[in-house]
């Protein structure tokens, strides 16, 4: 079964790859446009012997990173201590919702008159970004908070802190891994367009710049760079997210069927 | 009575606190990046006539709202065939998972190439970037339709169109909601992205504008109507989802109350 699920998907993508090559040889796209697949792959073989390339490569996912680990740092505290507090729930929650769906773009104008095009504006953007992300899962999982689990660990003469530890903590984790996985991919889009946009160094720049000056299927194959970024967050974020709740019955659950 | 007047505080207190400090904390401000919000609001009106919102938030949500359309059809349509097929599910599942990871405003550059910088380009943008999200939870959740339920449905004889909307996309409209929830917040993004690239109007084209003549407070108040547009943009989708979605709240909730 899943021998011929790999099989299948191999084929997707040996197909998906064949008709890159096939459509622009055929004529039916501008080469110009659209290079065939074996000229992206040139191109991306090009970017990976040049020194320039991993620099750029650097600078994005340091972004990404210091970003998503400030975003999920005060999330979490954040979220925590809003839960916590009496009343802090409620008086924060119009708050939250009015700052939530702000697009973090709009901040795009912001940050260059700020920080010019330097790493501090794409913190800006990709901060603001996932905070929320991560916040509104925190937040939703202390809600779930069993009453039952809270009374006994109480009656167990548990603190304040202990409680936090032992019984909310645990309760939330599952929202918490929710929440990182989302924000590590709303942090990486984040990252790319500040650079993109802004002309932060990184691949978004590079993108930008093989644009301008025409480098078609060199930009092609920073796209694709993107992309395998990309999928590389989501597969690691996923697999983080099972380490961790390899204890939780949802996971549990998955891996019994 | 008391009850309402408490909530009434919980939900203005803190945004009047909050505005109630940026106006005291920019009051005297002399730091030409963050004018007084005194400033800001004296300027809102003048620059936000009712010329510019018909030549510039206008066009921006029209693009906004036919990209989105043309993603959630495309999404739900593809993602229902490909989730009803467990062989066209897994051979398409490797490229699916690349074309969703690739940061959607890196496509910007691709269809400029393609499509110019009208409004076409724009609207390509909205749905290319906004189409995966969709597609890919309406996959999992015509995946997921309950199999008891698609048999019954079967048994008595429920097949075709009726079976396709009474059955198949009825149980897999929470997650098809959850994912146009997602790429909402995404629309919003590469609306003002493609504009600020390329464009002649719209709002992402006009707040660079005043940024790049340091217009400074107005350039303020354009952020403030973007964060205004997402969150009006939300409650409409928030109000939408609760009609659509009422009974699956309703099921919730009673099944959470019924352990």
């Known amino acids: 079964m899943r021998g011929t699920n790999a099989v299948l998907g191999a084929t997707g993508l040996a197909v998906f790859l064949a008709l890159g090559e096939a459509v622009p040889r055929l004529g039916l796209v501008k080469e110009a446009y659209f290079p065939p697949v ?46 916590v507090v009496p009343y802090l729930r409620e008086a924060t929650a119009s708050t939250i919702e009015f700052l939530r769906p702000i697009p973090s773009v709009a901040l795009i104008p912001l940050a260059v008159l700020l920080y010019g095009s330097e790493l501090r504006s794409v913190l800006l953007l990709v901060i603001y970004a996932s905070f929320w992300q991560v916040l509104v899962q925190v937040l939703y999982g202390i809600q779930d908070l069993d009453p039952v689990a809270d009374e006994t660990a109480r009656s167990y003469g548990l603190g304040s802190w202990a409680r936090i530890r032992y019984v909310l903590w645990p309760t939330a984790l599952p929202y918490v891994m929710t929440g990182v996985r989302l924000a590590a991919a709303v942090a990486l889009i984040l990252t790319v367009t500040a650079e993109l946009v802004i002309g932060a160094p990184g691949l978004g720049a590079r993108i930008a710049i093989a644009q301008n000056s025409q480098a078609v299927p060199e930009m092609y194959a920073l796209i694709v760079v993107t992309g395998l970024l990309g999928l590389v967050i989501n597969v690691g974020a996923r697999t983080v997210e099972r380490r961790a709740l390899a204890w939780h019955q949802s996971v549990r659950g998955e891996v019994a069927v | 009575m008391t009850r309402f007047l408490l909530r009434l505080v919980f939900l203005l207190a803190l945004p009047l606190v909050l505005l109630g400090l940026w106006w005291l904390a920019s009051d005297d401000s002399t730091n030409p990046f963050w004018p007084p919000l005194r400033t800001i609001l004296t300027t809102f009106p ?34 229902t065939v490909i989730g009803s097929y467990r062989r066209v599910r897994a051979l398409c599942e490797p490229v699916l998972e690349f074309l969703r990871a690739i940061p959607p405003p890196v496509l910007i550059p691709v269809i400029m190439l393609f499509a110019g910088i009208d409004d076409t380009m724009k609207i390509t943008v909205i749905a290319s970037g906004c189409v995966w999200p969709i597609l890919l939870n309406t996959v999992e959740g015509v995946r997921a339709v309950d199999p008891v339920m698609a048999e019954t449905a079967r048994s008595y004889g429920i097949t075709g169109a009726a079976r396709l909307r009474n059955v198949v996309l009825r149980s897999a409209s929470p997650q098809i909601f959850a994912g146009l929830r997602q790429a909402l917040s995404i629309a919003i993004i590469l609306m003002v992205i493609s504009e600020m690239f390329a464009a002649s109007n719209g709002l992402g084209f006009t707040i660079v ?51």
Do not use: C, K
């Not at chain 2, 939300?234 to 959470?256: D, K, N």
């Open chain 2, 46 to 79: 003048d620059v936000w006539t009712a010329e510019r919102l018909r030549a510039d938030v206008l066009p921006s949500i029209l693009r906004l709202s036919a990209g989105y359309a043309v993603a959630a059809v495309v999404g739900v349509a593809v993602g």
């Open chain 2, 209 to 259: 504008q005043f940024q790049r003549g340091f217009a400074i407070p107005d350039m303020w108040t354009g952020i403030l109507v973007l964060g205004l547009l997402g969150f009006v943009l939300s409650v409409v989708f928030q109000l939408v989802e609760r009609r659509v979605l009422g009974w699956y709240h309703g099921l919730r909730a009673s099944a959470r109350r019924s352990p």
């Open chain 1, 38 to 83: 074996a000229r992206i792959a040139g191109a991306l073989g090009d970017e990976l012997s040049d020194d320039t390339f991993w620099t750029a490569l650097g600078d994005t996912l340091t972004g990404w990173a210091l970003g998503l680990a400030v975003a999920v740092s005060a999330g979490i505290v954040v979220g925590v201590l809003v839960s």
